[in-house]
């Protein structure tokens, strides 16, 4: 075992200026082959998940450190589509794309492929799929890491940490070399080539936003009347608000359990300000600092029409959990009961994958709640890959005693 502390090449100048960022890409133009790619984040320390430094490394080019913040130019965000121009028609190599993705959409980095060395760990059934086990696994190498949680959107950042992120990338395209050999002698290429275009089809776009995001505070469902939510509803939104113009985290600003001892005090009525101020996540910062916008929050509940009130529970879309099938809909119930071992034995078979590898769980609900008739083209429809579809049609159809259809 080799134990890595610093990059094989001198640490470049971040690149921070339109003359760095010309010099980069001119090195990417000239350089062959695949793309190394990472990014990091300030995740636990910023309200927005953006990338604060971009890592990029070709063979001929080398690695590369970039700030996209330096390029915002007073924009929200970066437009670093150029990058993707610069290598052309390469493959992207990216460890756990689905945390990449999608802050590389947001600065207009959307490869053109992409190709996930932890997705193609799983798909292989190793017993380990993290940066670090595969690398020591395959290639003999443990490397130094210290600054994953770190806050990256600090400024400068320290040469211990570029050191940090430039050892992500320096190692991943032999990595993936050695990753896609053993997809091939598994006959397993065109399951990694399937998935990581779906994955690129669905996080290198823009997310559509999420309904109701209040609805995810702690401990909502111990509360009891319509009031009760509104109270809770509009101290999210308020809190939301000062979140995001201030980049902070939201329990920074004020803490869920904060929210809810307000709410909980709200049976019949409004808590009035000197309840609220009396509250030990209001008594001190950083519930104190904005405490005008909370009590504005809870004016806006005490002019509102109960009729304005969100409702405890809302109209549930798409497929229930399947624990609920035997009272809504019990034919499904027995199918689902029926294939659910099949599905354990058959992601065994394949080598101890995870079952959710071989049959989404979206798909696969989808497929026995609405459809007693269940066929590759219809697991196709539903969002399966054709890989997946191929081994869960004839699992399903033997589960179910039906004949097993051929494809």
Same mark, same amino acid.
């Given at each position: 075992m080799t134990f890595i502390e610093r990059s094989r090449e001198p640490l470049r100048p971040v690149v921070d200026s339109s003359a760095l960022l010309e010099e980069c890409l001119a090195s990417?133009?000239?350089?062959?082959?695949?793309?190394?790619?990472?990014? @990091?984040?300030?995740?636990?320390?910023?309200y927005w998940p953006k990338a604060y430094l971009l890592q990029i490394r070709r063979e001929g080019a080398g690695t590369w450190l970039i700030d996209p913040v330096a390029f915002e130019h007073g924009r929200h965000r970066a437009d670093l589509g150029s990058?993707? @121009?610069?290598?052309?028609?390469?493959?992207w190599i990216i460890h756990a794309a689905t945390q990449d993705l999608p802050c590389m959409q947001e600065i207009n980095i959307v490869p053109p492929r992409i190709f996930d060395t932890e997705l193609a760990a799983r798909l292989l059934g190793k017993p380990g799929a993290s940066l670090g086990a595969l690398l020591e696994a395959e290639l003999g190498i443990k490397l130094r890491k210290a600054h994953s949680a770190d806050n990256w959107s600090r400024r400068p950042l320290p040469e211990s940490w570029l050191m940090y992120a430039a050892l992500d990338v320096d190692y991943l395209l032999e990595l993936a070399t050695v990753i896609a050999r053993h997809l091939v002698l598994a006959g397993r290429e065109e399951w990694s080539a399937q998935e990581n275009d779906e994955m690129l089809a669905r996080y290198g776009v823009s997310p559509e936003p999420k309904e109701d995001p209040w609805r995810r505070l702690s401990g909502l469902t111990s509360l009891r009347t319509p009031l009760q939510y509104a109270v809770a509803r509009e101290l999210w939104l308020a809190r939301d608000d000062v979140a995001q113009r201030r980049d902070r985290p939201a329990s920074w600003i004020l803490h869920d359990s904060a929210i809810m001892a307000v709410a909980e005090l709200a049976r019949d009525s409004v808590p009035t300000d000197d309840q609220v101020s009396g509250l030990r996540g209001f008594a001190s910062q950083p519930g104190q600092r904005y405490v005008r916008n909370w009590l504005a929050a809870l004016e806006r509940v005490r002019r509102m029409?109960?009729?304005?009130?969100?409702p405890k529970h809302v109209r549930a879309t798409g497929v229930p959990h399947p624990r609920s099938w035997d009272k809504s809909n019990p034919e499904a119930a027995t199918r689902w009961a029926a294939v659910r071992p099949v599905l354990d034995e058959l992601a065994c078979d394949l080598g101890g994958l995870q079952a959710s590898l071989v049959a989404p769980p979206a798909v696969l609900h989808a497929a026995l709640y609405y459809h007693a008739d269940i066929s590759h083209d219809l697991l196709v429809e539903l969002g399966a890959r054709p890989w997946q579809a191929d081994f869960l049609a004839p699992a399903i159809a033997e589960a179910l005693g039906e004949e097993i259809p051929q494809h």
């Open positions: 990417l133009r000239s350089a062959r082959g695949p793309v190394a790619f990472d990014t @990091e984040r300030a995740h636990g320390h910023r990058l993707v @121009e610069a290598c052309g028609s390469a493959t029409s109960p009729k304005q009130y969100p």
